[in-house]
């Protein structure tokens, strides 16, 4: 009976090994994506344990630098205030954008049937036929539906705080013995010590993005609070706390951060231009300034992913992990591209990912 393992078959040239390995990842990549995708209930809340686990030691390492009494806070106290503070404030962030994305879903209907109407008043002010494909779209928004399920979905998420604590608390646990367990899987100190300092590169990268979009969030956010306050916009601290969120989104969650503000206010005031143009206008000059100036001067371009890269994830986690998937898709993202950057083998990756093919090595 002839040999037909993998092997001899491509030693013999009847399957080309490339082929074949490739075959093989497109399997397992497959095969992951179901399992994400299957397993949300557990997954979801077990990455959202991680990153509030990693916020949670950067900020105990930055209260590590207060003294009282010219005494430096112990370990165990930053680390209980800063628990409390990121799933507090967590916690207070989702149930704000739960409640009013379920306010403005009681709305949306009200909302989009003035949109008809001024798309009806526009195409008459113009003389011309409303397009029937125009007047289908307006009406296949089903904007009531979309605010719905970003608020069920963000209550969902609150309702399982309970899971995400007891992750949280596992994970802190484990954090104990990890240089323990790094000792015994690299005996060798030499090869240690290149371990530790590449750890210590990937968390200076990733602490720098996460540092620098938070703050650039926070204070786009508050300018985009301070001009919708200024004409009086419905629902202006839900807008502002989405700016934040779809902030970490480039490109498109700015893009769309600006225009839902905007088309709320040219239909809540139809018969004045004035709140519409502020609005408009104003969160799109804070938009530009903060993503295209401040931004790249204080974290550079080497984080950047590509446009098509970032509209690919949100397709992607948004179909394995919908609403949520969407959010968190393009931080998870950047992250990999950081983590792959300082693996040579993986570099290329991380190139292919960028925006401009450069990306940190060191």
């Not at 969030?217 to 001009?227: G, L, N, Q, R, V």
Request: aromatic content about 10%; overall charge positive; some cysteine.
């Amino acid at each position: 009976m002839s040999d037909l393992s993998p092997s001899k078959l491509a030693h013999q040239g009847a399957i080309n090994p490339r082929l074949l390995n490739g075959a093989l990842w497109l399997g397992i990549i497959v095969t992951a994506l179901v399992v994400l995708r299957d397993g949300k209930d557990f997954f979801i809340p077990l990455l959202i344990a991680l990153i509030a686990v990693y916020l949670i030691t950067v900020l105990s390492r930055l209260a590590r630098h207060l003294r009282i009494a010219g005494r430096q806070l112990p370990v165990a106290l930053t680390m209980i205030l800063s628990f409390a503070v990121i799933f507090g404030f967590g916690y207070a962030i989702f149930e704000i954008v739960a409640v009013n994305a379920l306010k403005v879903a009681d709305e949306a209907p009200h909302y989009q049937a003035r949109l008809i109407q001024l798309q009806e008043r526009v195409f008459d002010s113009l003389g011309i036929d409303e397009p029937d494909a125009s007047q289908q779209f307006i009406r296949s928004l089903d904007l009531r539906t979309l605010f719905t399920t970003v608020g069920t979905t963000l209550l969902n998420i609150l309702g399982r705080v309970s899971l995400v604590l007891l992750y949280s608390l596992f994970i802190l646990l484990e954090l104990r013995f990890l240089q323990l367990k790094l000792d015994t899987l690299f005996p060798d100190p030499a090869r240690r010590s290149i371990v530790l300092d590449m750890l210590r590169r990937i968390d200076r990268d990733i602490h720098t993005y996460l540092g620098v979009k938070t703050a650039i969030s926070i204070i786009t956010a508050a300018i985009s609070y301070a001009i919708m306050r200024a004409v009086n916009l419905s629902f202006a601290e839900f807008w502002a706390l989405l700016i934040f969120i779809l902030n970490y989104i480039p490109t498109i969650g700015s893009l769309i951060a600006t225009l839902l503000p905007t088309l709320l206010a040219l239909v809540q005031f139809p018969d004045n231009l004035t709140p519409f143009l502020v609005v408009g206008i104003g969160i799109s000059t804070v938009q530009q300034l903060m993503g295209t100036i401040i931004e790249p001067n204080l974290m550079g371009q080497t984080l950047n992913l590509s446009p098509l890269v970032v509209f690919v994830s949100l397709i992607l986690w948004g179909y394995i992990w919908g609403i949520v998937g969407m959010f968190i898709c393009v931080p998870i993202t950047v992250i990999l591209v950081i983590i792959l950057s300082n693996f040579e083998s993986t570099r290329w990756v991380s190139i292919l990912l960028s925006k401009t093919g450069n990306v940190r090595s060191s």
